[in-house]
């Protein structure tokens, strides 16, 4: 299964940008993935904003993709349910599952009905940069977790 994170903008803050590019490097291990980072929308009517970003959000996924979008309205996991989903989608043969980061503003209904899933990092409002550091480091804990290492225990 291949894992394709699609987000919006650019990660500004070289420590974020580490973090994601370490917890990135260690998914090498598990399974196979590539990072979409779409151009932000201007400035502009927020509605249009939202529109014009899940519009490109929706163009980078595939129609057989099982489609996780972030949002704070959507389903919380603990890390060994998530594990389990992971678990869950490589046994039910789903071939790229991608994990999609909106923009400052959201994403539109259109993609939120899309999505095979509404998942939510936390009930705590994040950053957009600290979201993919916690996405990134959340499903590396999965597959450790799934594949018996202990970093999962720290």
């Known amino acids: 299964m291949k894992l394709h994170f699609v987000w919006i903008g650019k990660t500004k803050d070289r420590h974020c940008a580490a973090l994601i590019a370490e917890y990135l490097d260690r998914l090498k291990r598990f399974a196979s993935h590539e990072v979409s980072e ?9 509605k249009r904003i939202i529109a014009a970003e899940s519009t490109k959000l929706l163009d980078a996924i595939e129609k057989d993709d099982f489609v ?21 989608r490589q046994q039910a043969g789903t071939k790229r599952l991608a994990f ?3 923009g400052f503003a959201g994403v539109s209904e259109e993609l939120r009905q899309r999505a ?25 804990r999965a597959f450790t977790i799934l594949a ?7």
Do not use: C
Request: hydrophobic residues 35%; proline residues 3%.
């Open 148 to 154: 018996g290492l202990p970093y999962h225990k720290f």
């Open 68 to 88: 996780v979008v972030l949002d704070e309205r959507g389903r919380t996991m603990s890390s060994p349910e998530l594990a389990e989903f992971l678990d869950k």
């Open 38 to 46: 779409l151009k932000e929308q201007g400035s502009g009517d927020e």
């Open 116 to 140: 095979n899933l509404q998942f939510s990092l936390s009930q705590l409002t994040l950053t957009h940069e600290l979201a993919r550091v916690i996405l990134t480091e959340q499903i590396y």
């Open 100 to 102: 999609v980061i909106g």
